[in-house]
């Protein structure tokens, strides 16, 4: 888990990395999907497309994010660039849990929830195999980094 006292790993400026998503989803859109989203595979993490409802909009919301998958379930982090605020769409998967998820062979009907205290630690793990300066990034946030887990649900 995440230790203040770890020196943190550099990141870009905010505007950089909000830039770099805002292009990423606009190369999503303009080749239809074809460029933005790969499959998660044992030695790196993959990219999906998350569709939630806001909670306060009530209209859809999208975000790319990137997943581990655990058995039937996709794993990723609520981490919003590693910037202190909760991300809107894990706020938006807490008032409402169903949401679709994009995948390069489709999209699947998932519900959202926070990985239990039991659950976390392996979770964790398996996304710091994925990334070394996890518990650094994770340092430089006030609160602790939801780990969500997206488990499929019957249409």
């Known amino acids: ?80 660039g590693w910037a202190d605020p909760e991300p809107a769409w894990w706020l938006n998967l807490q008032a409402q849990p169903d949401a679709v998820v994009d995948l390069p062979g489709g999209s699947r009907a998932v519900r959202g929830r926070a990985a239990s205290a039991e659950e976390r630690p392996r979770l964790w793990a398996m996304w710091a195999a994925h ?11 006030s609160r602790e980094t939801a780990v969500v887990i997206l488990e499929p649900r019957p249409e």
């Open 131 to 141: 990334n070394k300066d996890l518990d650094g990034f994770a340092a430089r946030r």
């Open 1 to 80: 888990m995440s230790d203040p006292s770890q020196s943190q790993p550099a990141l870009p400026p905010r505007w950089f990395i909000r830039l770099f998503w805002a292009l990423h989803r606009a190369a999503y859109a303009i080749t239809g999907g074809r460029l933005g989203l790969r499959r998660a595979m044992p030695d790196r993490w993959g990219m999906m497309r998350l569709r939630t409802i806001g909670r306060r909009s009530g209209e859809e919301r999208i975000a790319i994010l990137g997943y581990c998958e655990d058995g039937p379930d996709l794993v990723t982090m609520a981490m919003n």
